[in-house]
């Protein structure tokens, strides 16, 4: 696992021995990254169920202004803090060590506005899309402008989006796995 581009370009990785986290390929990261290489400069970026941190550290290498990294496991959020060390990141990249939704709830009260992009990539097969996606519809951490986008297995079932005010842009389908692109839908405000 490396950077792929930016500030960081070509650095290596740490992760995690073992199934603990299940890091996205740098040839998926690469093609996310592509698809929203315009958005990424001077964003606020946060990368929930974060892992090792590659999603959000190549973010910042691509010019985000501020990561914020939210992951339960304290290895992998350990793993995170060494990885923003070994890629002179620390500056802008903030590691929040708890479960997401209690991160998100955190992040709300502090940012207190919308963040420009939204990454999940919640372990597959738990619910965790729907939980996260059902916080977020009522968040003032979604704003008008601001992309979710959610890795998920190609099986995952995502009909329940529409009716928690997401509207799918875009999907960008690999072997086993997705990326999913949404945006709140016109009029669908937080409560």
Avoid: W
Wanted: glycine share 10%; proline share 3%.
């Amino acid at each position: 696992m490396r950077v792929i581009a930016g500030s960081a370009r070509r650095i290596s990785l740490i992760s995690l021995k073992g199934m603990e986290t299940r890091p996205t390929l740098d040839r998926y990261k690469e093609t996310l990254f592509n698809t929203i290489q315009t958005e990424v400069p001077g964003s606020i970026f946060v990368d929930v169920f974060a892992g090792c941190g590659g999603i959000g550290i190549e973010a910042l290498s691509r010019g985000a202004e501020r990561c914020f990294f939210l992951e339960h496991n304290k290895k992998a959020a350990e793993v995170i803090r060494q990885n923003l060390e070994k890629t002179h990141l620390s500056e802008r990249g903030e590691v929040m060590a708890m479960d997401a939704l209690t991160g998100l709830q955190k992040l709300e009260r502090s940012l207190q506005g919308p963040a420009d992009i939204l990454f999940l990539d919640p372990p597959y097969g738990k619910g965790l899309e729907q939980m996260a996606m059902g916080f977020l519809s009522r968040s003032g951490l979604m704003g008008e402008d601001t992309l979710l986008i959610v890795e998920a297995s190609n099986d995952t079932d995502f009909s329940f989006a529409g009716e928690l005010g997401f509207a799918l842009t875009k999907t960008k389908d690999y072997r086993s796995n997705r990326h999913l692109f949404f945006v709140k839908k016109s009029g669908a405000g937080s409560d």
